[in-house]
């Protein structure tokens, strides 16, 4: 048998060679693996965020350290430790040890950057970063030896102006969870997410803040009784919402003095919808991606009231939609701070005043955007105006090893009094949150 | 569903085109992913990888550049020899299991004398099998072969040419292939 005679061979017998298998079973084994992967992305990203941060830091350390001219370096060197006198040391170590505020200078501050989440009727969600002013009052000790450094010459560029002096990164871990619950409608929106929060302190009373967010959301849904008929004529029977979202995030603070901060931010969001539709017994999967742009501008003043417009658009594969929020939240946190040593425990108790709008008036989509033609077709109103209040608890403990390093974990629990009405709808609903917080801070010079 | 739609459908990651496009050539696939693979679940898994990369790839695909199935077929090779030089877990096949395992299977599918060849082939090392299914079967060059397997040109032609040898040598003992009597194993030869 020559060898072409033999590939002839073989290409005829195997060549249309079939293994019978069963597809359905094969189809739910690729499914499987398609979710896995989507898993493992997710941590992936995770781990690249965290990279980024720890490398961003380590550059802003490494290339903008003050240089010090040849003079000044002989000037430190006649001022060192053992040529300082008593009386001098005296002097240092009162100014070393001080009670630190929260509007204190920014080099010493902390970053909190905190993005959150609001449902809507629709379940969609509204991702609005701002700024959380720290309220605790925190008793920090450095032991540079500040008294004797003299002050360093920096670039006169104005962009240079805003980058590292003396970074510091801040890593918190948050763990949310969220719950909208309609009175009229069975309808329970349950998010858990973890974010990864940073931040680095810059020059002249700028802070950059990082967010990395990664949540599973759900939300079940069901009519239950004929109430709102004519309004949620459009709506299915039962759907449920399982989806994995993905917020990465950007904001810049300056510190303008002790009650006037502004910040503004940029973040992309990237969400999956598997939705899966029940009618009459019949299932129907479908699956959205959303991906959405954020910019917007925070302004705190007079702290603690805060003012914030933001400008985002959201983009899901067919329509888009551009939203307007402005609001005003007036967190007022009756705290008690008890320092012992290093350490510091901070209870509040406090009510907040939400007030959103929207500058346009209402936006509206149609839901045919979701390509559900056959029951789809409405519109729903977004972002409607709202009023309610909120009472929020928040236990926070706080562990301060040396200056360069504390520790933190903290509860926050949020629940609305009375019903949070749309008076698009015309629907009520409620409101709990709660979320877990751990954090470490490093400070890098 | 036919073959222009589902590609349509999967390039435009429609759900249903993809699962069709799953359903419609698993058959075909399995016996490609089984020929670089241990066992059946072993080929089921890699080939549902290889669906991934398909779902993936397609949007690549031009309907003009050939055979659609020959082009998932050679997909579905190149994933597996990748997924085994990842694994660097090479396997060592038994010949009595698996004759035992094809001879059962055979009899219930009426097809003995390929599931034979297919077991033939399984038998032959590694490096040699690996050659012979990307070109006689996949119909890889011996440029694309020498490329995904990080090997010469002449070492593609050498192992295919001995794969041949050892394989009509087996072939034409085939009528006298008795199933009890083998129990050492082929890679021993």
């Known amino acids: 048998m020559t060898p072409k005679e033999f590939d002839t061979l073989l290409r005829s017998l195997l060549g249309s060679h079939k293994i019978p298998v069963d597809g359905n079973e094969m189809w739910i084994g690729v499914q499987n693996k398609l979710s896995k992967k989507k898993k493992r992305r997710g941590i992936l990203f995770f781990f690249l965020g965290i990279g980024l941060i720890i490398s961003a830091s380590l550059i802003g350390t490494q290339v903008y350290s003050p240089i010090l001219p040849q003079s000044l370096y002989h000037k430190v060197s006649l001022e060192s430790p053992s040529s300082i006198t008593p009386h001098k040391k005296r002097e240092q170590s009162r100014t070393n040890t001080s ?6 200078k920014p080099t010493n501050k902390p970053i909190y950057l905190a993005h959150k989440h609001e449902a809507n009727l629709s379940g969609s969600i509204s991702t609005k970063p701002s700024s959380i002013p720290e309220t605790q009052v925190r008793k920090e ?25 003396i970074p510091a990164i801040e890593i918190a871990l948050v763990h949310t969870i969220n719950n909208l619950k309609s009175i009229h409608l069975s309808q329970i929106f349950t998010a858990k997410e973890n974010n990864l929060l940073s931040g680095l302190n810059l020059k002249n009373n700028w802070s950059l803040g990082f967010v990395f967010a990664y949540g599973k959301h759900h939300n079940s849904f ?14 299915r029977n039962t759907h449920e ?119 346009k008036g209402f936006t509206t989509y149609e839901y045919q955007a979701v390509k559900l033609p056959d029951f789809s077709y409405g519109e729903q109103t977004v ?63 | 569903m036919n073959e222009r739609d589902i590609i349509l459908g999967c390039k435009a990651n429609d759900k249903k085109c993809q699962e069709a496009l799953v359903k419609q050539y698993s058959d075909s696939l399995l016996s490609v992913s089984y020929r670089y693979s241990k066992d059946i679940h072993e080929a089921k898994d890699h080939l549902q990888d290889a669906f991934i990369i398909i779902f993936k790839e397609i949007k690549g695909f031009r309907m003009d550049s050939g055979s659609f199935e020959g082009w998932m077929k050679r997909i579905v090779a190149r994933s597996a020899i990748k997924k085994y030089k990842r694994k660097r877990t090479f396997y ?85 292939f008795d199933t009890n009597k083998i129990s050492h194993h082929p890679l021993d030869e």
């Open chain 1, 383 to 445: 972002y409607p105006q709202m009023l309610y209040f909120t009472a929020l608890g928040k236990l926070h403990f706080e562990h301060t090893y040396s200056a360069k390093t504390r520790a933190y974990l903290g509860i926050t629990a949020e629940k609305s009094i009375g019903n949070i009405l749309s008076k698009a709808s015309g629907l009520s609903h409620q409101y709990q949150g709660l979320a877990f917080e751990a954090g470490f801070r490093y400070l890098l010079h």
């Open chain 1, 141 to 165: 000790v450095t032991t540079t030896n500040q008294a004797s450094i003299p002050s360093l010459s920096y670039p006169t560029h104005p962009i240079l102006k805003i980058l590292p002096s």
């Open chain 1, 222 to 235: 069901q009519r239950s009784s004929d109430l709102r008929k004519n309004f949620y004529q459009t709506t």
């Open chain 2, 92 to 176: 060592e096949f038994s010949m009595s299991e698996n004759v035992k395992e094809l001879s059962s299977k055979a009899k219930a599918y009426d097809k003995l004398k390929v599931d034979e060849v297919l077991l033939l082939i399984k038998s032959l090392p590694e490096g040699f099998r690996e050659v012979l299914n990307l070109h006689v079967l996949e119909g890889y060059s011996f440029q694309e072969i020498a490329k995904l397997l990080n090997i010469t040109d002449s070492s593609v032609r050498s192992r295919l040419s001995r794969a041949r040898k050892t394989l009509i040598k087996r072939f034409e003992k085939l009528n006298t």
């Open chain 1, 241 to 359: 919402t399982p989806l994995e979202q993905l917020n990465v995030g950007l904001t810049l603070r300056k510190d303008i003095n002790k009650q006037l901060f502004f910040s503004s931010g940029i973040a992309f969001f990237r969400r999956t919808d598997i939705y899966t539709d029940t009618i009459f017994s019949l299932k129907k999967n479908l699956v959205t991606n959303i991906y959405k742009t954020y910019v917007g501008a925070n302004v705190e003043a007079a702290y603690p009231t805060s003012l914030s417009i933001s400008e985002s658009i959201e983009e899901v594969s067919v329509y888009k939609v551009y939203n307007n929020y402005s609001g005003i939240e007036i967190p007022i946190l009756l705290g008690y701070n008890y320092p012992f040593g290093s350490n510091a425990l901070q209870i509040s108790l406090g009510t907040s005043l939400h007030y959103r709008t929207s500058t």
């Open chain 1, 99 to 104: 009670l630190v505020s929260s509007g204190d």
